[in-house]
């Protein structure tokens, strides 16, 4: 698509908000979806697609919310079942996406787990101590399961033995019950902390469980003793157990009753135990989970095993979702189930083939765009503030902090991963933007917190190098007496732009950083500053909801734009310097024509404020992120817009000759569908005259053969024909015949109810001018009547007169 086309309309492409904000969670058997808790409701998290494809329990309102302590998945992942804060629980039918059932728990507080036996049975386990067998058909309770002290933890039915259900709670024993008799049968003691997991072996006799007392503990469920305890010295959150035919032979042992066990916890390591002969047979070396805890303390806080696909996941403190082979031990994706608040936004990669973003946190989420993959970029010690990029070399990223420096990364074409190639720290304080040249990779510019902007010098070695390059800051100047918020290089890299909270931009030469001048005009501060790619013009978008267009030859204000009604925070040239677009505090992103200074689109998809924004190369997509945590995909539809135009306009000619060839041979049934169809209320009211004229049957009759939203249209046009006199008796008529066919359901789902309210004032006037006016037709006739005598008598007086 060529750049020099207006952009006329943007659409969704794509949405990733939060998918999984802590909580439970679990995963489909074909290993597709994954369940996830999330602000309360139940989200569905597509692994292919990396974002959430549908909710269950989700409120438009978040005060109709029914918060879902817990839930489990089916066995068969067609059902999910969910205990809510109002007390109730509720079943879902994945499939139809629908709420099929709703009855009330009879625990005494939240119900912190459930586990399915089958889709007919299953056992709820609850704060107040107590296990309950459900039966699903009927809602009822079949068994209450005694003994088990405080919270519940880990509740299960044994997978080889359906009869065994097994429990802990806050007293650390694991219990278990014949789920038919509910008498105990089993009773486990060995942990002194909280049970975290349970897993079965196929064998039926052996047991696996772990804690946070850092024990994994192999028992003997026939004798209830236990059969090995393994110290592992970190708290575990998840263990379960491997078949021998799942794992490679690299792992496995000489040893026919060796058992395999998979764990991870506080270091973030998933490692692999023989735990028969207490062996450590492998831990992973370069975890991702685990190089967060290195620097700021994330661990693991769910271990999930699918066997169908024979691959586990990691969930991480920070909702990182990592995907790994059981085989190898590799990761297979990695998704980021909350991204917070998204500060920055930038393309990386020659296509455009992954985006980079800043989100509240110290590490980079470098997507790739086909698949949402991530790659967590670690390198900064507190929050990352912007993201720079640039079109000599696309694979190159420049990222500064809240650590006061400043890193250079670089992306592999050949493994797609990006590492860090440099960094320094010479700000003293935190470096809120960066900018790089755009002809060439020599230089970068940086500007901070302590009002400093300083020139840096980039090697051309870049590609070449493996080790950490050595950068140099060649000039530094305090540049504004507040905070910048944004600096830009110009396209030839001659000038270097400025925009601060001292309400002032200002003009530096690249090469020495002096100053060339000071754009005056902002009531309030500077938020964003880009130069044009044609002309020698700077833009400036600022808090005082305004921006403007500066000459850079004699620094004059050359238009200002008015539109947002809140801070505009960011902004970019399009079309060749012939459109912009900008973001602002309200959520709002708007598309200019510079030509007329005016707004021609406006894109409403964002809660808050918009703080990063991007425009890919070939200036098909755009991409914006906000504090609202939405990371949207917008997709350039302006010529398929204009030629659903086109193929809309063909059709109406054609729709047109119809119906004038439909009112000429009076076959006005038909002719009311089409002008619907074309919706031309006028001659709309003229054709149900005609049909009125004819017979006021065919009307009712052909109302009922309309379909429902050809319905909805035809009331609301009969609406506004009815605040008119002498459309009134067409509109009562038309109004009649709807009620009669429409349903209230159908009423009441849609948004006509206005329209019949707005209609009772005019109907009662309409009422009340046709009651006058019979009492005056009354009149008549009455006068007439009582007139009729006197005439005869004068008649026949006459004719005897006569």
Request: aromatic share 8%; proline share 1%; with cysteine.
């Amino acid at each position: 698509m060529n750049k020099n086309i207006l952009k006329e309309a943007f659409e969704v492409n794509s949405i990733h908000d939060a998918s999984y904000t802590g909580g439970q969670i679990h995963w489909s058997k074909n290993g597709k979806y994954m369940f996830c808790s999330n602000n309360g409701a139940i989200s569905v998290l597509s692994i292919e697609k990396g974002s959430t494809i549908e909710y269950f329990g989700k409120a438009e309102d978040r005060e109709d919310l029914d918060e879902v302590n817990c839930f489990s998945l089916s066995n068969d992942d067609k059902f999910i079942l969910a205990h809510c804060r109002s007390g109730f629980f509720k079943l879902w039918d994945i499939q139809e996406h629908k709420l099929i059932k709703i009855w009330k728990s009879i625990h005494n507080g939240p119900v912190t787990n459930l586990t399915f036996l089958n889709n007919q049975l299953m056992a709820s386990g609850g704060s107040d101590s107590s296990i309950r067998l459900w039966d699903l058909q009927h809602h009822i309770c079949l068994r209450l399961f005694k003994g088990i002290q405080g919270v519940i933890s880990v509740l299960a039915f044994h997978p080889y033995k359906e009869k065994l259900l097994f429990g802990a709670g806050d007293d650390t024993k694991i219990y278990g019950w014949d789920s038919d008799t509910a008498q105990q049968k089993i009773l486990l003691s060995g942990h002194s902390s909280k049970i975290t997991s349970l897993s079965f072996h196929v064998n039926g006799i052996n047991l696996v469980s772990s804690g946070r007392d850092k024990l994994i503990i192999l028992w003997d469920i026939s004798t209830s003793n236990a059969l090995r305890k393994l110290a592992v010295y970190e708290g575990i959150e998840g263990a379960f157990i491997v078949q021998n035919k799942h794992l490679s032979s690299n792992f496995l042992t000489t040893d026919a009753n060796s058992i395999y066990v998979a764990a991870a916890g506080e270091k973030g390591l998933v490692t692999l135990w023989d735990i028969f002969n207490c062996t450590k047979l492998y831990i992973q070396e370069n975890s991702l989970v685990a190089a967060a805890k290195e620097e700021g303390g994330v661990s693991i806080t769910h271990l999930i095993y699918n066997e169908d696909i024979n691959s586990f996941a990691v969930v991480s403190a920070d909702h990182h979702i990592i995907i790994y082979s059981m085989e190898n031990f590799g990761c297979m994706k990695q998704i980021v189930g909350y991204l917070d608040s998204i500060l920055d936004i930038a393309y990386v990669g020659e296509e455009d083939s992954h985006i980079a973003v800043a989100s509240n946190s110290s590490d980079i989420k470098l997507y790739e765009l086909n698949s949402m993959n991530c790659q967590l970029l670690r390198g900064h010690t507190d929050i990352v503030l912007s993201l720079a990029t640039t079109p000599a070399n696309r694979q190159l990223l420049i990222s500064s902090a809240k650590d006061n420096s400043v890193r250079v990364w670089l992306l592999d074409k050949e493994t797609k991963k990006m590492i860090c190639t440099a960094a320094a720290i010479k700000h003293t304080a935190s470096v809120g933007c960066v900018c790089i040249s755009q002809l060439s990779t020599k230089f970068f510019v940086s500007a901070s917190q302590d009002s400093c902007l300083k020139l840096w010098s980039l090697p051309e070695n870049l590609a070449t190098s493996s080790d950490h390059i050595k950068i140099e800051s060649t000039n530094t100047v305090l540049a504004h007496v507040k905070d910048i918020n944004s600096v830009a290089i110009s396209l030839n890299d001659e000038f270097i732009a400025t925009g601060s909270q001292d309400k002032t931009a200002k003009l530096w030469s690249a090469n020495d950083l002096k100053l060339i001048g000071t754009f005056n005009g902002h009531r309030k501060g500077v938020w964003s500053v880009r130069f044009s790619p044609i002309d020698r013009v700077l833009l400036t978008a600022s808090a005082d909801c305004t921006i403007k267009i500066w000459l850079l030859n004699d620094l004059t204000c050359l238009k200002t734009l008015q539109g947002h009604e809140s801070s505009v925070l960011k902004a970019e040239f399009m079309s060749c310097g012939m459109q912009l677009i900008t973001a602002g505090a309200d959520g709002l992103i708007k598309i200019w024509s510079m030509k007329t200074s005016e707004c021609t689109f406006t894109l409403a998809k964002h809660e808050s404020r918009v703080w990063g924004l991007t425009v890919s190369k070939d200036e098909k997509h755009i991409i914006s992120g906000g504090s609202d945590s939405l990371l949207i995909i917008w997709k350039d539809v302006t010529e398929e817009r204009k030629t659903r135009i086109a193929a809309g306009k063909e059709t109406n000619v054609l729709k047109k000759q119809k119906l004038d060839n439909l009112l000429k041979s009076n076959n006005f049934s038909q002719a009311l569908k089409i002008a619907l169809e074309l919706e031309q209320p006028l001659l709309l009211l003229n054709i149900v005259d005609g049909i009125l004229k004819e017979d006021k049957k065919q009307l009712q009759t052909t109302i009922r053969e309309l379909p429902p939203s050809c319905k909805q249209v035809l009331l609301r046009y009969a609406a506004k024909w009815n605040t008119n006199s002498k459309n009134a008796e067409a509109a009562q008529t038309v109004i009649n015949a709807l009620i009669c066919e429409m349903e209230m359901q159908d009423i009441q789902s849609t948004d006509l109810l206005p329209f019949f309210e707005g209609m009772i004032p005019y109907t009662e006037r309409h009422f009340k001018r046709l009651t006058e006016h019979l009492k005056d037709v009354h009149s008549i006739i009455y006068t007439i009547n009582r007139m009729k005598p006197h005439v005869a008598i004068c008649s026949s007086n006459v004719d005897s007169d006569v």
